[in-house]
């Protein structure tokens, strides 16, 4: 069966504390604890998942401990353990999270500092393995994207802003142009990947598009289409 992206939703609390762009700070920190107690499901699971303690100081002084990544954890691991059984953790463990955390840890010395975006694409591509398994019976591994993703970041030798958008677009790519043409397309910029994308069949480059809008839908984001130099 060949894997295509399905629509789905990365959380909105999970999309925003991961491009907030909070650093740890005492008044980020005020600023996530007010966030998250205006929702009123999170603010249900704040204190008893998420955070420890009762009213906003004793919440920020939690969250000094756990630190941001810490939060953002254990807030991703209560929606993708939700996906799997089809109910709330009474306690949370990280365990799903942790095939997040490699897969974050695997690209990130491509990103730049205190940037969370390869978290989301691992999240993503976690919940449509998860979501695959458990519609279809069907174990997938969206999460298997190709090392030549990592030789092609490795070669531009530089850091890249968005790069859940570069590796998605390299990883989908690669089922069509080999790593060589690849890279040597991306010498002239976002053009010469541009120009990859429309040789494609219409077959092909219907199935392109189709993963990079999936993903823009699933991020709520609206610039997918916007191609530069990787």
């Given at each position: 069966?060949?894997?295509?992206?399905?629509?789905?939703?990365?959380?909105?609390?999970?999309?925003?504390?991961?491009?907030?762009?909070?650093?740890?700070?005492?008044s980020s920190f005020a600023t996530i604890v007010d966030?998250?107690?205006?929702?009123?499901?999170?603010?249900?699971?704040?204190?008893?998942?998420?955070?420890?303690?009762?009213?906003?100081?004793?919440?920020?002084?939690?969250?000094?401990?756990?630190g941001i990544k810490g939060l953002r954890d254990r807030?991703?691991?209560?929606?993708?353990?939700?996906?799997?059984?089809?109910?709330?953790?009474?306690?949370?463990?990280?365990?799903?999270?942790?095939?997040?955390?490699?897969?974050?840890?695997?690209?990130?010395?491509?990103?730049?500092?205190?940037?969370?975006?390869?978290?989301?694409?691992?999240?993503?591509?976690?919940?449509?393995?998860?979501?695959?398994?458990?519609?279809?019976?069907?174990?997938?591994?969206?999460?298997?994207?190709?090392?030549?993703?990592?030789?092609?970041?490795?070669?531009?030798?530089?850091?890249?802003?968005?790069?859940?958008?570069?590796?998605?677009?390299?990883?989908?790519?690669?089922?069509?142009?080999?790593?060589?043409?690849?890279?040597?397309?991306?010498?002239?910029?976002?053009?010469?990947?541009?120009?990859?994308?429309?040789?494609?069949?219409?077959?092909?480059?219907?199935?392109?598009?189709?993963?990079?809008?999936?993903?823009?839908?699933?991020?709520n984001e609206k610039d997918f289409f916007l191609y530069?130099?990787?």
């Amino acid at each position: 069966m060949e894997e295509k992206l399905t629509f789905t939703r990365v959380p909105e609390s999970v999309y925003w504390l991961c491009v907030s762009g909070l650093q740890h700070s005492r008044s980020s920190f005020a600023t996530i604890v007010d966030y998250l107690q205006e929702d009123p499901f999170l603010k249900l699971h704040l204190r008893k998942n998420l955070l420890a303690g009762h009213g906003t100081t004793a919440l920020e002084a939690s969250l000094v401990g756990k630190g941001i990544k810490g939060l953002r954890d254990r807030l991703c691991e209560l929606y993708l353990s939700k996906l799997e059984t089809g109910k709330f953790l009474e306690e949370v463990e990280l365990g799903h999270t942790l095939d997040v955390q490699d897969f974050e840890g695997r690209f990130e010395r491509f990103s730049t500092l205190g940037n969370f975006r390869i978290f989301l694409l691992g999240m993503y591509l976690k919940m449509k393995d998860l979501e695959s398994e458990k519609l279809y019976g069907q174990a997938t591994s969206f999460m298997a994207v190709p090392y030549e993703v990592d030789e092609i970041l490795v070669d531009t030798k530089a850091k890249v802003q968005k790069l859940d958008w570069t590796i998605l677009i390299l990883s989908s790519l690669l089922k069509y142009w080999d790593k060589e043409e690849l890279m040597k397309a991306g010498e002239v910029g976002g053009k010469g990947i541009t120009e990859k994308i429309l040789k494609l069949s219409d077959k092909n480059k219907m199935t392109f598009f189709n993963d990079i809008a999936t993903y823009g839908h699933a991020l709520n984001e609206k610039d997918f289409f916007l191609y530069r130099k990787v």
